[in-house]
C-alpha cells in the first residue's frame, strides 16, 4: 500500500527555520514527482513546491522562493522540506503528495495547484498533513 506521512511541524516565531519530512512507503521517491502543499486557515490547499528529484527538476512558488528548500535521503525514502525565515503567512497545514504519473515538478505545481488535475484527477498518495504554526 502506497503511503507518505508528514512530520516536523511546530510552532515557531517569525524568522525561525523548521523541517518538514515526507517519508514514503510502499514507492521510491526515484519514480514519484512530490507535491508540497500548505492549507492556510480559512483557504484552499495550495501547491508550493514540486519536484521530480530524479531529473534535478523543482518548482516553487514566488512566496517561498529563496526560503524553502528541499531534499531527501535516499535510504530512509524521505524528503525533507527546509523552511527558513519563516513568516505568519506560512502558516497552515502542510501536505506531502505523491504521484508517478505527473513526471514534471511543473506540471504538478501548475496542473494540480489545489491537489486536483485535469478532468479532477487526484494525486495518487496524500499525507494526512503536519501544522505550521508561525506566531511572535
Known amino acids: 500500500q502506497l503511503q507518505v506521512v508528514e512530520s516536523g511541524g511546530g510552532l515557531v516565531q517569525p524568522g525561525d527555520s523548521l523541517t518538514l519530512s515526507c517519508t514514503g512507503t510502499?514507492?521510491?521517491?526515484?519514480?514519484?514527482?512530490i507535491g508540497w502543499y500548505r492549507q492556510a486557515p480559512g483557504k484552499e490547499r495550495q501547491a508550493i513546491l514540486c519536484?521530480?528529484?530524479?531529473?534535478?527538476?523543482?518548482y516553487s512558488v514566488d512566496s517561498i522562493e529563496g526560503r524553502f528548500f528541499i531534499s531527501r535521503d535516499r535510504s530512509k525514502n524521505t524528503v525533507y522540506l527546509q523552511m527558513n525565515n519563516l513568516k505568519p503567512e506560512d502558516t497552515g497545514v502542510y501536505y506531502c503528495?505523491?504521484?508517478?504519473?505527473?513526471?514534471?515538478?511543473?506540471?504538478?505545481?501548475?496542473?494540480?495547484?489545489?491537489?486536483?488535475?485535469?478532468?479532477?484527477?487526484?494525486?495518487?498518495?496524500w499525507g494526512e498533513g503536519t501544522l505550521v504554526t508561525v506566531s511572535p
Open positions: 519536484s521530480y528529484m530524479s531529473l534535478g527538476q523543482t
Open positions: 503528495a505523491a504521484d508517478s504519473l505527473v513526471t514534471s515538478a511543473s506540471n504538478m505545481c501548475v496542473s494540480y495547484k489545489n491537489g486536483k488535475g485535469p478532468r479532477g484527477r487526484n494525486l495518487e498518495v
Open positions: 510502499g514507492f521510491s521517491w526515484d519514480y514519484y514527482t
